[in-house]
Structure formats: C-alpha cells, structure tokens
DNA sequence: GCCTGGCACTCCCGCGTGCCGACTGCCAAC
DNA sequence: GTTGGCAGTCGGCACGCGGGAGTGCCAGGC
C-alpha cells in the first residue's frame, strides 16, 4: 500500500476493483462481496486475493463495510474516485435524444412554465428528482414597459423583458394623472432604456427620464416600484419533479430520510440553497457538476448525490438544472442526461428570448 | 334493528356509540374496543352491551373489524352519517384566524402565486396535503389588449384580464406591419371588448374589429392567437403543498399509498380530475363538502377523503380549495379551516382583481 | 325485554431462538 | 504475490410461544 499526498495510490488492479465494486453496487443496491466479483467479472485472481485487495481499499478510505463480514459499498471518497477517474462517460441514447428534442419542440414559451416541464422532463427520464432554476430576473434585459391609463387615478403597469412579462401592477394616485404624460413617460422609458440589463437600470435613472418630462412624484415612484418587482422576486424561480421515482430506491424506504427529501422538494428555500452555490463556478465552467453525500454539507442528504450542469439565457442569465437521488445512481447516464437536456433547454430559450 | 330504507336507523345510543367511535379512531388510530368505550366515556351501560350494538352497528355497514377479535373502525357510511349528522361543526381558533388573516396581508397579487401560497398555508395549518384550482380563464373580465411594435415584422402581444397578464406571445410576420396599425387596433379592441368575460368574446368578432380599420390577415389571426393563448392553458392552473405531512399518517406508512398520492399530486392532470367534479355544483352552492373513501371513485384512495370548497373570483369564476387526507380526518376543523381560507381568499382576489 | 358478568375463543404482535447463508480475515503452502 | 481452506462473525428469516386485547355467546338478574 503505496500512499501519496496522504492518499492509496490506486495501482491498475486497485482501481479496476474499485470501479467494479462501484457499478456492481450502483445496479444492485447490496453490498458487494470478493465472490460476486470473481464470479461476475473476469478478473484473472481468486476471490482471496481480492478480498486483500478490497481490504486495502478500504484502509485507504474507498470502500466500506455496512458490518463486519458483509460486502462492501463505496465511501464518498470511493464514489468520488470513481466519477473523477475510473467512471466511462457516456452519450445520449437515440431514444432519449428523440424524447428531448420532442419536448421542447412543443414546450411552452413561459420561462416559469418551460422551467416545470423541463423537470418533468429530466426527472421522467433519470428516474431521480430533477430540478430546474430560472436564471435571475436581474440579468434579463429590458424590452418594454406600458403604463396603461385605467382611470384618472390608477393605471396598471406592465413591465416586459427579454423573458416575457415580468412584472404587471396596478398602481393608485391620490391625485389625477394624465393618461397622455403616462403614454409619454412610456415612450421615454422605452427609447432610452430598451436592451439594458435589468440590474444596470438604477432607480435614480428612472427618476431622471421621469424629471425630464416633469411628471410627478406619484408615477415616478410607481414607475420605481414596477421596475424593481420586474427585476427581484420574493422567491427564486424554482421547480422540481419528481419525488415519486425516489420512493423505488431501497435507501428511501426509510421514512426519515423520505421526508426529510420531500420538505426540501417542498420549501423553495432549502431547494435554492442546494443548489445556489455551484450557481458562482457555473457561469464560468458550464460542464456538469457533482456533489455527492457529505459534499453536499446537510446530514439528511450524507445519502445522495446532485448532479448539477448550468445553462444560459441571454447575455448574462445563466440558470441551473440538477438532478438528485441516492449516492447510489448512474452517475454517467445522468451527467449526459443533463448535459442533453441544458444544451436543448439553451437553444429553447434562445428562440423563445425577446429581442 | 330496524331497516328503513334498506337502512339501519340509528336510535340515539346507536348514534352516539358510532360517532364515538369515530371520534376515537380519529384521534389514536387504533381500532376502537367496547371496553375503551365505556372506561373514556360516559355511557351508563356495561361494555357488554356496547358489544351488542357495536355488533349491530357492524351489520348495518356502519362498522367494520380489521379482523376477528379486534376493535372496530368506521366504514365508508360510518364516517358519511359521522360527516351530516353526527359530528360538532367547529369555528376557527382565534390562533388560525390570525394566520390566515396574516398571510394573506402580505399575499402576492398574481392569481398563480397566490394559488400555490394558499396551498402552503393551508397545508400548513390543516396538516394535510391541501390543493387549490385556480378559476377558469375563461370566467376571467378582457381589460386590456396591447400591440407593441417591436420591429417592421415583429409584435408582442399583451392580454390583461381581470386576473393580471394572462397572455404574453411575439408575433412575426412574413411583411411589414404598421406601428401605427397595431396601435389603432389595439384602441378599438379595448373600447369595444373592455369588461367582457373571455367566453363570451367570439374569434369572429374580433376579426369585425379588425376588418372595419381595414386591417390585414396576419395581424388578425395574430389577434385570434392572443386571445386563444388568454382563455386556455394547456393545463389547468393548479397547485398542491404538504405531502410530506401525509407521511406523519401511519396509513401512509405503505409504501404504495405513499406513491399513489405523489403520483397524483406531481400530475396536474389527476389531481384536477380529483376536484373538477365538484366545480359543477360548486357555482350553485359555496358550502364544503366532503368525500370519503370509495366516494372518491379511485381504488388508490380508497382510505382517503377529500374536503372541498369553493371560492369566487369575479363575476362567473369559481376556484376549489381542497384538503386530502386519510380518511380517519378531523372533518370539523378541516371544513373549517377550508372554509374560513376559502373566505379570506375571496376578499383577497377582490381586492388584487383589476376593474 | 333489556342489561350484565363471566367465559371460551380468536387473532395480532412482539420476542426469543436457532439455523442458514454470505462474507471476511487469517494462515500455511505454493 | 497468490491461493485454497477454515474458523468466525453477522444479518435475516422462519418458527413457536405467550401475552393482550377484544369479541360473541349465554345464563342469570332487574
């Protein structure tokens, strides 16, 4: 046992079990023994000299016992190893090429709504619960904006980014306003503001053009506040799907763990904070991403694993899709699934920006 | 025992017994027996002579044993006669009030937040799985239509309804359209159509509009477009929240009931199915109401029931909040809670609805 | 005629037991 | 370095047993 960095230096045989133990137990759920694997796979030694082997492994912190004379089952470290090194990448099937490319031939043209279907998508074909989140309203770019006279004293306002509406309110003065200085503010905003990027638009720009045309303090703020509900939401866009196909992996017949995985499916927080902080690496290195048990930092999820692969909208929105389930999944299929499913989700939002 | 109607009728011991056992079976779950009757309340007779009207109460379909010698539960019509006549209607705890009260204070304006928040809380204080229908689009009032050039041969298309933006949608077309166009078309749209429920307003009529400004066939089949888009979703706009409270009920401690339910949940289809049924009467009559068990009409809910109100919206709309759970539900507090939301909802949509 | 205490009976459920099978670690021999 | 053999360990399952809860029935009492 050679070890480098603190680490077992995996030689040829050392990794080749490994990765054995890893997809032998990743198709199986149980743990994995010395016979199993001579008899399943032709590994040229006995059984005895693999148990030495798996023994070594697990000195060096790959493998893991359940209990004493049981087979093995990878550690996070194993896991890791196994993604990084030894796993074989793998490309799309036709079929879940074809499936893809049929959804989002007719998806929907509703970021909110694209974002759903897209999980129902991924999660139908991982088999695990998918997640999706919109990129951040403030790097939309702005398009549009219509004050619309409704009476003399309310007027709705409607504010339109490269993402469709984003923000519609409807607005009440103590005082008349004109339905002609509201069509002109409108104009104004339009000619000067269209293509920026939302958080770019300062509110004290706004109250400029606003000044300019010598419009009141009531519809400046108004116009104020339909640009900043535009640009920030009380919750991220999020979406998941998928719980049920969880409840097939033996890991979730324990209640617990089963719902301490829903209340996170339900609360869009924690679901946010699962996935946010690979959000900062992802506009600079969009390939797909992998976090498994401990890596993820909550004790109730030490079982699973997220893949997570970023895609982008526009200029500067970049938006995440992750897929999580047992420590214990395919990790290659699943990596290329996101992968396909981000690339096409990239181009469904390309036809469907605003320009 | 006498049958009337090919029924038992219950004298009042009879009754009391069964909603007695009722009651208890809500709170602990277990079969209830004759001698737990007669020691937790006050019957005035011997358990033996519990056993002679449980046993009759047991053949008149009111009753059911899980197995010889155990306790009873309740049947289908046992909880049905607890359900109409039986049990003490409740009012809400002042503690409920308020939160209700509170978290709509602070509600979102746009129909589908204010579904999906609705679901939250009432899942929240109802400790159930609570589901709510957001009304038709079609009962929705037209308010406003905008044609906003956005190039030579590109539009975007804003429908306001009643409900906020219910259509948002970029037109090409294959030659230059006049902003000026867009714009008259757009008046005469809305001084005609303003207030007009969507059902009511005819793809005909407004082609009408459109041919008296003389204007072409591509921005009025776009017109047609916008409006389509407004009046139908592909799905029925509708929410769910608080599953994982279901796995708090030993009856959802089977896995298979467990995945039923999230099936239904995830898939908006079903879970419509569940409640559409009763939109038909809801109109006419704003009272809850309850379904148990086989009255759900799905094997697969077999041990649940559904609490059902509805809400208006407008002049025609009509929503539906619902409550699934187990069968072995606390029926008063959840009519209440159902209803008093209900109400709170009402008066919120009322005041975010544009007039 | 209704109610009651007593009694035999039934069935679930938890517990302890013992066995089987799977797997390991170690060792001596090659 | 590899191998076969062997003892040891542990989980899981079937089995049987007894306790407990609850019932139905019956004879006797009010």
Not at 142 to 171: C, D, E, H, M, N
Not at 246 to 262: C, G, S, T, Y
Not at 312 to 326: E, H, K, S, T, W
Request: proline share 4%; aromatic share 6%; charged share 25%.
């Amino acid at each position: 046992m050679r070890l480098v960095n603190d680490k077992l230096e995996l030689d040829k045989r050392k990794a080749f079990i490994l990765q054995t133990v890893v997809y032998e137990y990743i198709n199986t759920a149980e743990p994995v023994g010395s016979v199993t694997l001579t008899q399943k796979y032709n590994l040229g030694v006995s059984s005895a000299t693999i148990r030495n082997e798996m023994a070594e492994l697990e000195a060096g912190g790959y493998l893991v016992q359940p209990h004493t004379s049981s087979g093995r089952i990878p550690s996070d470290a194993g896991y890791r190893t196994y993604v990084d090194r030894l796993m074989q990448p793998e490309t799309l099937t036709k079929d879940d090429t074809r499936r893809i490319r049929d959804q989002f031939r007719e998806a929907s043209r509703e970021l909110s709504e694209v974002i759903e279907q897209t999980t129902r998508l991924l999660s139908g074909l991982s088999g695990n619960l998918a997640i999706a989140l919109a990129p951040s309203r403030d790097t939309h770019a702005f398009k549009y904006v219509q004050l619309i006279w409704l009476s003399p004293r309310t007027a709705l306002a409607v504010v339109v980014t490269s993402a469709g509406v984003a923000s519609q309110r409807v607005f009440e003065w103590p005082h008349d306003v004109a339905a002609d200085d509201l069509t002109r503010l409108s104009n104004a905003l339009n000619s000067k503001l269209s293509g920026r990027i939302m958080e770019d638009v300062t509110p004290s720009e706004l109250d400029d053009i606003a000044n300019e045309l010598a419009i009141g303090a009531g519809v400046r703020e108004a116009v104020r506040t339909a640009f900043a509900t535009a640009r920030q939401h009380d919750e991220p866009e999020i979406a998941a799907a998928g719980a049920q196909n969880l409840l097939d992996q033996p890991e979730f017949h324990d209640l617990r763990k089963l719902r301490a995985i829903l209340r996170i499916v339900e609360e869009q927080r924690t679901l946010y904070d699962l996935i946010a902080d690979e959000l900062n690496d992802g506009a600079g290195n969009p390939s797909p991403h992998v976090r498994i048990g401990h890596e993820l930092r909550a004790e109730e999820l030490a079982e699973c694993s997220v893949v997570t692969v970023p895609y982008r909208f526009g200029d500067r929105g970049v938006g995440m899709l992750a897929i999580l389930g047992p420590r214990r999944m395919p990790y290659g299929r699943l990596i290329a699934l996101a992968s396909g499913t981000a690339r096409s989700l990239d181009e469904h939002l390309n036809d469907v920006e605003i320009r």
